[in-house]
């Protein structure tokens, strides 16, 4: 009986990895709970899975179950046949690789004792190829140091099986290693479990941050708005005696003091939180918002900013102007210099970003070596160390900008010179 649940667990954790390294390829078409319709087909593969390998032992058929088992699981996601094809095949190759794989390492194992440790172990291997699976493919900086960690898990885990199989060889001893084969299999199920859990948890809460600060940007431009009309309003309410003071000094041909005049009317239209004013209400907002910040912490704050007012993509332009700016001010923050420059510029499609600011060289941890990327775009790449509070969420807005990058097929170059850090976008639009 305990064989039965021991290899029931290790099918279950392979049939849960199944629908993992969908996901990894179809996520955005898969929700986080699955449905009845999944459970039912997840459920059925399952059972029929399980119950076939204990009852029959037959290699053909063991191999027809999984294949249709797993073509229905991703037809639940897609209905394209080349997609369908592809993660079918791709994923049994991986179970059979990894299948073949375990039986060469307990290979000193009896045939008819090979069975349970070989199906944990091989549950196991699919694990570590998940993982790696994940890092190729979705490429996410935070993510990817995640998972890399992670893999030492099911590795040493594996290192432990092969140690009992290669040095236990007596027959009792031999449902010790099953017995502590299936608290390994726990084990990993329960890492890869949580490692889930947070990282879902830290999603959540870098969201949560997002729409607080959109609340703050919205609530400032509106701020912004109504200052505004109120001086229009002010301003039209006096326009007959302004323009009659107006008609007495040309009169007078002083044209001096008109100039002033019409400065002073200048002057008081102005509003100095309305920083940038292309015409974007959206992008407008967040420079507003973040230069404002700047403006309030730091000593030289520059900005050139050329945009027409029907950009489009400004959603993708604010995840990248306020994820840069941010660092750029807290780099800027703890500087005696305190300096910020940002030019931006859209033009034929072609949109250019460039903020220069000052920092501590105390903040560089790392850099990496320069590469070139799988378009033929040159980039440097640079670690850095934060001074925020929550350092967990430092990474996740820099890994957002990277994807935008890559979405438009665009460059982006960070590097140091002397005492000022510079970040350079071009974005195809």
Same mark, same amino acid.
């Given at each position: &009986? ?24 179809? *996520? /955005?078409? &898969? ?19 399980? *119950? ?46 990894? /299948? ?43 993510? %990817? ?21 290669? $040095? ?11 017995m502590v084969s299936a608290s390994l299999l726990i084990v990993n199920f329960l890492v890869l479990y949580l490692y889930n859990v947070l990282l879902r948890a830290f999603s959540q809460r870098y969201e949560n ?20 009309? /109120? ?11 302004h323009m009659n003071e107006l008609k007495l000094l040309a009169i007078k041909n002083k044209d001096g003091s008109i100039q002033e005049y019409i400065d002073s009317m200048e002057e008081f239209i102005n509003n ?11 992008? /407008? =907002? ?15 704050? %520059? ?7 029907? $950009? =489009? ?5 604010? $995840? ?15 500087? @005696? @210099? ?15 970003? @460039? ?13 990496? %070596? ?10 440097? =790449? ?12 430092? *990474? ?15 460059? &982006? %170059? ?16």
């Amino acid at each position: &009986m305990i064989k039965i649940v021991i290899y029931s667990l290790s099918n279950l954790f392979r049939i849960y990895l199944l629908r993992k390294y969908i996901q990894i390829f179809l *996520g /955005d078409e &898969m929700e986080d709970k699955m449905n009845i319709k999944e459970i039912v087909v997840y459920g059925g593969f399952f059972l029929l899975n399980t *119950g076939a390998s204990i009852a029959f032992h037959l290699v053909w058929l063991n191999i027809l179950l999984n294949i249709v088992g797993i073509n229905m699981i991703v037809f639940l996601y897609t209905k394209s046949v080349k997609t369908s094809l592809f993660l079918t095949c791709s994923i049994y190759m991986i179970h059979m690789g990894c /299948d073949v794989i375990s039986f060469l390492l307990l290979g000193n194992m009896k045939r008819g004792e090979i069975n349970l440790v070989s199906a944990v172990t091989t549950a196991i291997l699919i694990f570590i190829c998940e993982l790696l699976t994940e890092r190729i493919v979705n490429g996410r900086k935070r993510e %990817e140091e995640g998972s890399i960690s992670l893999i030492f898990v099911p590795v040493c885990s594996m290192i432990i099986v092969w140690i009992l199989v290669s $040095v236990m060889d007596n027959g009792s001893r031999k449902m010790f290693i099953v017995m502590v084969s299936a608290s390994l299999l726990i084990v990993n199920f329960l890492v890869l479990y949580l490692y889930n859990v947070l990282l879902r948890a830290f999603s959540q809460r870098y969201e949560n941050e997002i729409l607080k600060q959109k609340v703050q940007i919205y609530a400032n431009q509106l701020d912004i708005i109504l200052q505004n009309e /109120d001086k229009v309003k002010r301003l039209r309410h006096d326009m007959k005696h302004h323009m009659n003071e107006l008609k007495l000094l040309a009169i007078k041909n002083k044209d001096g003091s008109i100039q002033e005049y019409i400065d002073s009317m200048e002057e008081f239209i102005n509003n100095p939180k309305e920083i940038v004013s292309s015409g974007n209400t959206e992008i /407008d =907002s967040v420079l507003n918002y973040m230069l404002q910040k700047a403006k309030g912490e730091l000593k030289d704050v %520059e900005i050139d900013v050329q945009l027409p007012a029907d $950009v =489009s993509h400004s959603f993708d332009i604010n $995840v990248i102007l306020g994820n840069l700016l941010e660092n750029a001010i807290e780099g800027a923050g703890g500087t @005696e @210099e305190k300096r910020l420059h940002v030019k931006i510029k859209l033009k034929q499609g072609v949109l250019r970003i @460039e903020v220069e600011n000052s920092f501590r060289k105390e903040m560089l941890v790392t850099k990496k %070596e320069s590469g070139i990327l799988s378009n033929g775009i040159y980039k440097k =790449s640079i670690r850095f160390q934060t001074t925020k509070e929550d350092k967990e969420q430092h *990474g996740i807005g820099l890994m957002n900008v990277k994807k935008i990058v890559e979405k438009y097929n665009g460059i &982006m %170059e960070a590097y140091p010179k002397g005492s000022l850090f510079y970040v350079k976008l071009i974005l195809y639009m």
